[in-house]
């Protein structure tokens, strides 16, 4: 990864500086409009100042093929609570203009039915005209003909906006190869084969998966699926360079807006759940060892 360049995003920065500091990302995934438009607005804002260095916002979809039945079930609220993708955009847009708000990375998670009805080079355009910073797209193939025309449509926006490609265990080296060669602030390692949703313990193949890739680029590895616990989030630490928190967050802010509402009380649970994760990333903060091509070693 270039060490300072003027066309770096706030993603690239923001895992340069993480690297810099031998600290681990944490990224939190929540589901855009759930339970509304205005409560994610809050929740952006209280999660960032909960110590999240990157946010992924999930775009409501009716046909979720990677999501578990936690985010299902919060896409089906948000789709029920009147969100869009123009809504999300306009949310982009509005926190972008919050003088407390860190510089924090904004992701959006989709999948490519909701970018073609919106437009393709549309959705790109006004992306990041909004300040999203990168795109998640589980359905995107790497190396085939959709990501080449989304790659083509994102070429030269100013700010730039990253594409994150997702590598899984049953990846082939030509995939992760491919992946790695569109991949821009960093690549989604998904940490194993089925959908998103709180798991009772990992796989115990995962580490050697991250090890797989790392052996194939140097760009930075984020973990997800699966990692419901700070224990789950402390042990992918040791190996990769953040941890994906979704589901259980997601489902922290239905328990919590169930309970409680939509206030203060809400946004202070939801941020409890958040500095756990974030607490236990910093018990591992220490990056492991560099060999001469930059690249970890022992992992």
Known sequence: MSENTATDS??????????AQNKKGLIIYICAGDPDIHTTFNLVKEISRAGADVIELGIPFSDPLADGPVIQAASTRALAS???????LSLVDSLRYEEDLPEIPLVLMTYLNPIYRYGLAEFVRDAA????DGLIVPDLPAGEEESTAL????????PSVDLIPLVAPTSTEERIRAAAAIAQGFIYCVSLTGVTGTRDSLSAELEGFIGRVRSLTDKPLAVGFGISRPEHARRVARY????????AVVKAIHEATMSMGTGP????????VVEGFKNAIAAFGQSPPQNSRGLSRNR
């Open 10 to 19: 706030r993603l690239q920065r923001r895992f340069r500086e993480l690297r």
């Open 82 to 88: 009147g969100t869009n993708v123009g809504k999300i």
């Open 129 to 132: 005209a909004a300040g999203v």
């Open 151 to 158: 790659i083509n449509a994102m070429a030269g926006l100013r």
């Open 240 to 247: 990769a360079d953040a941890v994906i928190i979704g589901s």
């Open 265 to 272: 009380d809400a946004l202070a649970s939801v941020r409890a």
